[in-house]
């Protein structure tokens, strides 16, 4: 196991080279960031010298190992819009997302993995065609949607729950407050995990419980309950597992929609306006963190395979 990893940890070095690499070539293609700030009361002279001073006028490999050798000295760089270092901007907004994320993977898996193994206990029953169906629903509904139509219902119309922000302005902060605001942002990323969940478990459910030994289990006599817990859950770790290490990647990608839209104060919004502004460092100290994410969420989850299913061995 121990080679493992390190062979892993090998590889994650040139792929994340690669993947930093080629959001450098893309962004700087994009546009030059200074562009925005031309106008009236700036003048040429003014862009070209600030330009040169952020290495902005060389080619974008030139500018890319520059940025790469700041980054193996541990810094991220300055921000172009708010002149903030970039690595105190993820910081602050880094605790927000991973409660969030948090959060909506836990409620997910509340959801998907008790709906996931009835219905491939019922299969064909009227329960497991009302939890395919409702999964399907909650898998197609796009988040953005989704998050428009509960703001209408509970911000709006019922007037029950908070839309945007963490806390309420001039209000006492507070466990109950934050977890007002979570509710909505929570439901949308939880439901869109929860659609895709559900059908991923229950097909290996029924995999699983299409086993000799688990006929072999129900022809001793052993009652449904003890076969489908004792037996068929625990093999069923492993696709469990699955679900966790591709959903977490996934957060990411969505909680910068849905933090977009409720004022979510986390990583996504702090993404959303980088990219409107060209923000260049911001922006790759982003892609760097989400890249070691998703990396991270791959060895951990092999790691873990290794646990639930000891026959599993890595070289």
Known sequence: MKKYIIKRLLIAIPTLIGITLIDYAIMCFAGNPLEMLQGARISQEAVAAREAALGLDQPFYIQYFMWLGQLLHGNLGISIKTYEPVSQMI???????????????????????????????????????????????????????LSLILVYIFNIRLKLLPSSGMTTLGGQGGIGDLAAHMVLPVTVLAVSMAGTNIRYIRSSMLEILQQDYLRTARAKGIGERLVVGRHALRNGLIPIITVIGMQIPLLFGGAVIVEQLFSWPGLGLMTMSAILSRDYPVIMGVCLLAAVVVLAANLVTDILYALADPSIQYD
């Open 91 to 145: 910081a602050s907004r880094l605790g927000p997302t991973l409660l969030l994320m948090g959060v909506s993977l836990l409620v997910s898996l509340l959801i998907s993995i008790p709906a996931g193994i009835y219905s491939a206990v019922r299969q064909y029953s009227k329960g497991d065609y009302a939890v395919v169906t409702a999964s399907f629903l909650s898998s197609s509904i796009p988040g953005f949607f």
